[in-house]
């Protein structure tokens, strides 16, 4: 069955440094693969997306992910995070067949401190 | 962009009770969704909509839930009676398509079954 595992539920982060949060994922078909953020009191923002191509995809405010179909994975990264940057960050595959549903991560509460 | 609303954004209600939880979808879309997530666990799809049907529902969907839009207000999703396992945060989504078009997501209800 189709799955998507987000390992850290919390990531405490300093302002300015670099910042990865790991999705790994199970799909047998192709998977199209989405990073949103949530900032509190607010809905789902879409950060990126990977459908297909160049497995590296860059998003808003600075965010980039890369595609590895190898190691089922689609790892959020961010070379310098702002303290504006805390929120919980979801991982989500959509698959390709019937309605095309959407699947989540448990989420990662992002944290970042002066 | 475009956003998503929903009202309220908490509400707490005795075990038995009908709860309405309201849906204000982006204007011009036309397909609906409801997700739950349950404290600490993933987000997990319920129903989607369209044309006044329901498309697909999961198991997640009980037969206590209807959703509903009439006359192109408010999406809602209606549950009687509720149960101490209805407790979670419920959040509606609205696509201009069906299939691969982007979901947009609403903050979320916070619904507590007492």
């Known amino acids: 069955a189709q799955s998507v595992t987000q390992p850290d539920a919390r990531v405490t982060v300093s302002e300015g440094a670099s910042l990865q949060l790991r999705c790994k994922y199970s799909?047998?078909?192709?998977?199209?693969l989405f990073w949103y953020v949530q900032y509190p009191r607010q809905g789902l923002q879409l950060l990126l997306k990977?459908?297909?191509?160049?497995?590296v995809v860059q998003g808003v405010n600075g965010f980039e992910a890369e595609f590895s179909k190898s190691n089922s994975s689609f790892h959020l990264r961010k070379a310098s995070v702002h303290w504006s940057d805390s929120a919980v960050y979801f991982c989500?595959?959509?698959?390709?067949?019937?309605?095309?549903?959407?699947?989540f991560g448990a989420g990662t509460r992002l944290k970042v401190i002066a | 962009g475009p956003k998503v609303l929903q009202i309220p954004s908490h509400q707490i209600i005795d075990m038995g009770q009908m709860v309405t939880l309201n849906c204000d979808p982006v204007?011009?879309?036309?397909?609906f969704y409801w997700y739950k997530q349950i404290l600490g666990q993933q987000m997990e799809f319920l129903v989607n909509?369209?044309?006044?049907?329901?498309?697909?529902k999961s198991k997640l969907f009980k037969d206590q839930f209807s959703v509903e839009r009439p006359d192109g207000s408010y999406f809602t999703l209606k549950i009687q009676p509720t149960a101490l396992e209805d407790s979670a945060v419920y959040f509606c989504?609205?696509?201009?398509?069906?299939?691969?078009?982007?979901?947009?997501f609403g903050p979320g209800t916070r619904l507590t079954v007492l």
């Open positions: 204007s011009n879309h036309l397909y």
């Open positions: 909509f369209y044309n006044g049907k329901v498309m697909e």
């Open positions: 799909y047998s078909g192709t998977p199209y």
């Open positions: 989504a609205s696509s201009l398509t069906g299939g691969r078009a982007e979901q947009f």
């Open positions: 989500v595959l959509r698959l390709n067949t019937g309605n095309y549903k959407y699947v």
């Open positions: 990977y459908y297909s191509g160049d497995p």
